[in-house]
């Protein structure tokens, strides 16, 4: 149980397109996901929190008209990089809270974004 | 403000070759102290969750322990395929946010 997928697992695009990262709980409904990016060698960053059904909650410093975020429903959030530039290139994590276990996250593959 | 510190980076242990990890926290209310594995280019992929001190938590060659200001994740008679980076994280104080620490990148030379 609390498997969590991302999809795609690789992108490469052009600068100034825009590129859509989705989450999904597969065997559990999440009411809280969260976005993640990590940079070689280091530890995860945390870009926002997201609830089903509300507005996400951003951390300081990340843009939310850059990095825009929905949790539509129970088992799927989505990232949307608009307008990617190469310095997001970075490896996208997202995770899940299991509304039965409410302290634990279980975390997707991971994105890994190159931007042209 | 609420922290996490891992020691040590980086540890290269031969095959069978016991040792721990060390996870150092200071947080505000702690609700949880998680154990991760991340390969490279993978998610983490969740090991254990410690809620107070004293408490114990084992799986196959690993034993988390955690006490009020740290946690141990210690590896018994380790094997090559346990080489990965193991991060630390807590939550904790009114968001309930993970707060990671930067991982122990452990290698086992067979």
Request: contains cysteine; hydrophobic residues 35%; aromatic residues 10%.
């Given at each position: ?13 052009k ?102 | ?24 926290y ?29 408490e ?45 620490g ?9």
């Open positions: 149980g609390a498997v969590v997928s991302q999809h795609p697992s690789r992108v490469i695009c600068s100034g397109t825009s590129v859509k990262i989705e989450c999904r709980s597969l065997d559990f409904q999440a009411t809280t996901m969260f976005w993640y990016r990590q940079f070689p060698k280091q530890s995860l960053m945390l870009m926002a929190t997201s609830n089903e059904g509300s507005k996400a909650t951003y951390e300081q410093g990340v843009e939310k008209d850059k990095f825009l975020i929905n949790h539509a429903s129970l088992t799927l959030s989505t990232l949307t990089v608009t307008s990617a530039h190469p310095e997001d290139s970075s490896f996208y994590i997202c995770s899940a809270r299991d509304a039965d276990r409410e302290n634990e996250q279980f975390f997707g593959p991971g994105t890994r974004l190159t931007v042209l | 403000e609420d922290q996490v510190t891992q020691s040590p980076e980086a540890l290269r242990l031969q095959e069978g070759e016991s040792s721990s990890l060390n996870c150092s200071t947080v505000s209310g702690l609700r949880g102290l998680f154990w991760y594995r991340q390969d490279p280019g993978k998610g983490p992929e969740f090991l254990f969750t410690l809620y107070s001190a004293g114990e938590k084992e799986k196959e060659r690993l034993k988390a322990t955690l006490t009020k200001k740290e946690s141990f994740l210690h590896i018994t008679a380790p094997k090559p395929e346990d080489s990965a980076t193991y991060l630390c994280a807590v939550s904790g104080g009114a968001t309930n946010k993970l707060i990671f930067t991982g122990t990148l452990l290698a086992v030379q067979p």
